[in-house]
């Protein structure tokens, strides 16, 4: 197991967001995280990505407390994507991928071949190794948001977070990056809205609801009628699993 | 300007820190010709060799045969002035640096933390109230005022913690607070001469500064940008935003509480002594990163090496731009800033 949560409580104020979720996480898996707007599944990546600490409950990556580990011993496991993350910064492709070896590099430790291998095979992977030199401010959002997976691979981690990395994006470029994060050989947790692009793209799929956790399975176990009229309140029919054992979700409109 | 050699190089480190050794050489080496003539101008106008010689006779190199009228002017008084106001600037434009950088805000600067605003009540307690009954000398309670403002801007923000815009309006706060209180207290209880004074000391002056001033700032300024390059590379991870930077395994909570604090140090310590002297913190770090690019370990030197250039040619045109008077020297960073930095800002608008 790399990732291992249990009973996992965190809350605003009074205000009760992840009521007592257990999840765990295979080795090289890619699995899905889905829900509607406000169950809960922002911050249950987060408390998972231990940037929250759990009002009760604990995560354990590689068997070690999150909670136990420093900020910068834990950055160099895990790295996480933020949606849309921004900045005015007129910083280069290169600079934004630099970033990711923050965790590796002692404050004053001058820039290694390691460092420049790790940034360049990060570029390579998401396809961006002509754009090193481009001014942040002129990429276009799927370019971006490919620049912010290669920051966090050039922190090699061993398990990857990203929040609904496909907002905003065309479906041209939502299919790229899910391809892409299914095939890069490490763990992954991903939060999405999309339930087609979650059913072709996850190993397993995480169901929230009102903070807790309502499903966990393989797509075509997870993803049936009764569980979209329930949680989601929308009426579609389900085509059978076919030979590649992936659901589709075709949507109603009464 | 290299424009292009900056753009061109900053993406690279070898080049680039050769650019950046290049840039730091000759901004020392103007720094120095700038100090030489800022000691040599003046109603009493000295050469610049006599300068040399005054200045190696002060370090106890030389023993040259010159009036000791020139040497005292020269040593005693000009050449700490200049040596306070390089230091001034550098300060200023490092914490202008890390505020734009902690804040996520190009608007940020040392004074939007109130800072100034405090050290001025401070020392209109002082000045006009006679609090601490001249016991409490006026950069004291200048130093006391500005940290006050700091610790209402930290209590109002948590501890600077819930987020950039809350702290910013916080900061904003404090400084009406503030600037209400000087206000009160300078027209209810000041006399004419009073008000005078506080005013001059509002806009700022390296008229009163001595060596002792120097030896301070000298400590605070150059610990303080010390503990900055220490922490650049963690400032770097602020580019997108707190959570990132967490992300990236930096202690947020702790970098933020600590450069907060250096930064309010370092203002009070030079507002104390010079009073509030606005904008270099703000343009300084812009015309940086136009040189060297926004990563911090090459923009927090390149800054202060601007700032401590910028502060002592505003301090030479303080002096001469009308005869027989200083005009304040918040003034001159004003009148000479806007221009250069309006200059910038065209040149680097977002082509569409």
Redesign the interface.
Same mark, same amino acid.
């Given at each position: 197991m790399t990732i291992e949560a249990h009973n996992l409580v965190w809350g605003v104020g009074r205000k009760t967001i992840v009521r007592d979720v257990s999840v765990s996480v295979q080795k090289g898996e890619t699995l899905g995280l889905i829900g509607p707007n406000g169950s809960g599944k922002s911050s249950l990546l =987060?408390l998972l990505?231990g940037?929250r600490q759990p009002r009760s409950g604990d995560v354990r990556i590689n068997g070690q407390d999150v909670a136990r580990v +420093? =900020? =910068?011993?834990?950055? =160099?496991q %895990?790295?996480?994507v #933020?949606q849309n993350?921004?900045?005015?910064?007129? %910083? +280069?492709v290169?600079? %934004?991928v630099k970033?990711?070896r923050?965790?590796h590099?002692s404050?004053?430790a001058?820039?290694s071949a390691a460092d420049e291998a790790a940034v360049s095979n990060a570029l390579a992977q998401v396809d961006m190794q002509s754009r +090193?030199?481009q001014a942040w #401010?002129t990429l276009s959002g799927g370019e971006r948001q490919r620049v912010h997976i290669a920051r966090a691979l050039a #922190?090699s981690p061993i398990v990857m977070f990203l929040d609904e990395p496909t907002n905003h994006l065309d479906i041209h470029h939502q299919i790229e990056i899910l391809r892409m994060v299914r095939d890069l050989p490490l763990t992954s947790i991903v939060a999405l809205h999309d339930l087609n692009l979650a059913a072709m793209f996850c190993d397993r799929i995480v169901v929230m609801q009102d903070g807790a956790l309502v499903a966990c399975g393989s797509p075509g176990d997870v993803l049936t009628e009764a569980l979209l009229h329930s949680v989601f309140r929308v009426a579609a029919s389900v085509s059978a699993a076919d030979a590649s054992e992936r659901p589709h979700i075709r949507f109603r409109s009464e | 300007m290299s424009v292009h050699h900056s753009v061109s190089t900053h993406h690279h480190g070898g080049s680039g820190a050769g650019w950046l050794a290049l840039f730091l050489v000759l901004s020392l080496l103007l720094l120095g010709l700038v100090v030489a003539i800022a000691t040599a101008i003046g109603d009493y106008a000295i050469g610049l060799d006599t300068v040399f010689l005054a200045v190696t006779n002060g370090l106890g190199l030389t023993g040259a045969d010159i009036s000791p009228i020139e040497q005292s002017v020269v040593w005693d008084l000009r050449l700490s002035r200049a040596l306070v106001a390089a230091l001034s600037g550098a300060g200023l434009a490092i914490c202008g640096a890390i505020l734009q950088a902690l804040l996520r805000n190009p608007l940020a600067e040392p004074f939007v933390l109130g800072v100034s605003a405090g050290a001025s009540t401070g020392a209109v307690c002082v000045i006009v109230l006679g609090i601490g009954g001249g016991g409490l000398s006026l950069s004291m309670g200048a130093f006391t005022g500005a940290f006050s403002a700091f610790a209402l801007v930290a209590i109002l923000s948590n501890g600077a913690t819930s987020g950039p815009n809350h702290t910013i309006l916080a900061g904003v706060a404090a400084a009406q607070l503030f600037n209400a209180l000087t206000s009160y207290i300078v027209t209810t209880s000041g006399n004419a001469q009073q008000a005078r004074d506080v005013m001059f000391w509002l806009l700022g002056s390296f008229g009163g500064v001595r060596w002792p001033d120097f030896h301070l700032l000298i400590i605070v300024v150059v610990l303080g940008l010390g503990v900055c390059l220490y922490m650049a590379r963690a400032l770097d991870a602020f580019t997108f935003g707190d959570e990132d930077a967490a992300a990236l395994g930096v202690p947020v909570a702790r970098i933020r509480l600590v450069l907060f604090a250096l930064t309010a140090m370092i203002t009070a310590t030079i507002v104390s002594m010079v009073g509030a002297i606005g904008f270099v913190g703000l343009v300084v770090p812009h015309a940086a990163r136009y040189v060297v690019g926004p990563m911090h370990l090459r923009l927090l030197p390149a800054s202060a090496a601007i700032g401590a250039v910028f502060m002592v040619l505003a301090d030479i045109a303080s002096r001469v731009i009308v005869s027989q008077q200083t005009v304040p020297i918040g003034v001159v960073t004003a009148l000479v800033g806007v221009p250069f930095f309006a200059l910038i800002l065209y040149r680097s608008r977002p082509q569409t």
């Open positions: =987060r990505a940037l +420093s =900020r =910068r011993a834990l950055a =160099r %895990v790295a996480f #933020q993350a921004a900045t005015d910064t007129n %910083v +280069s290169h600079d %934004v970033l990711g923050t965790p590099r404050a004053l001058g820039w +090193s030199g #401010q #922190q | -």
